[in-house]
């Protein structure tokens, strides 16, 4: 049966420094939710000690309504798959994903018919009688995730499970790990890196940083409005311009982006002096009225396929990047083209002028 997920002001420390520093998060039951960041963010951490592998040394965490931070982790019925498999070399593929229901004593026919459907789930039911070593990477990953759904888990966690795959299997293997989860219903928390793996697969992300929880929400809500100039920065590319509140009344401010032009953008009261602007490749809109916008030559292009990357330096030097699509590409534009492009004040972000918060009272 699945369980939710309850992890209150949870604390890792490592002498004096916080791994995972007062973490909050409600994850719900059938939920596959990922803790995504950089190295050393604490995702990792955070993971262990759900698992029960590290100690919680403050706060608490809780399967449903039992507190479990003094379960062992052979109590705690959790699936683990881990970033380099971890499966015996030794066994076929069948006693592999077997071992956890004998450890469990599960009658031998009980053991055989469970062992098929969860190969069949993640196709690999030809392969039960092959050896780990005759195996590509992709297969053994799919031998791992039968293994550990096999068990009938409450919580399914998942290591960076696809680091060590090429780019192509990442994209197959993250597709069969959100069909297989969905068609269980397992609460799943998965760990990763890769913030287009995090986009790609999950109900809800939490972002984290040196051990805190930056922002969390759906993928849509952590790309289109991020919490903050890191978040911004570490979910896809953003283009940080600086820009000045010049008046702001009743909701409404007036903006100075560069001292080129000027936009009205919903800030929060009391929002004044200089702040951030971040806008995403495709949120520019590229033109060659000089009059619009902020203007600027193209320096370098990407054709890409469905789209092209332009990097436009600004008249004060910087460079941004702009994406132009198939459906916009009426006019192409050449290295050295005097261009200017023109913000979509509903998509851009508005951040204080640290970067710390988002100032911009966004629209629910």
Known sequence: MSRNVVIKD????YGNFNAVDHANLEIESGELFTLLGPSGCGKTTLLRMIAGFNSVDGGSISFGDKVINNVPAHMRNIGMVFQNYAIFPHMSVFDNVAYGLKARKVKKEEIEKRVMEALAMVQIENLKDRQPANMSGGQQQRVALARAIV???DILLMDEPLSNLDAKLR???RATIKKVQK???ITTIYVTHDQEEALAISDRIAVMKNGVIQQVGKPREIYTRPANEFVANFIGTSNFISGRVIENENGMAKL??????EIMMPLKNGVTGNVKLSVRPEEFLIGTDQDEGLGGEIVFLTFLGDFVN???QLSNGQIVEVNQYGNDRDIEYGLGDKVSLELQQDKINVYSESGEEAVIEWKK
Do not use: C, F, N, R
């Open 151 to 153: 068990i009938h888990p």
């Open 183 to 185: 068609k269980l219903g």
């Open 10 to 13: 949870a604390v890792k420390t």
């Open 256 to 261: 100075s982006v560069l001292d080129k032009t």
């Open 171 to 173: 994209i197959q293997m």
């Open 310 to 312: 332009y990097e436009v």
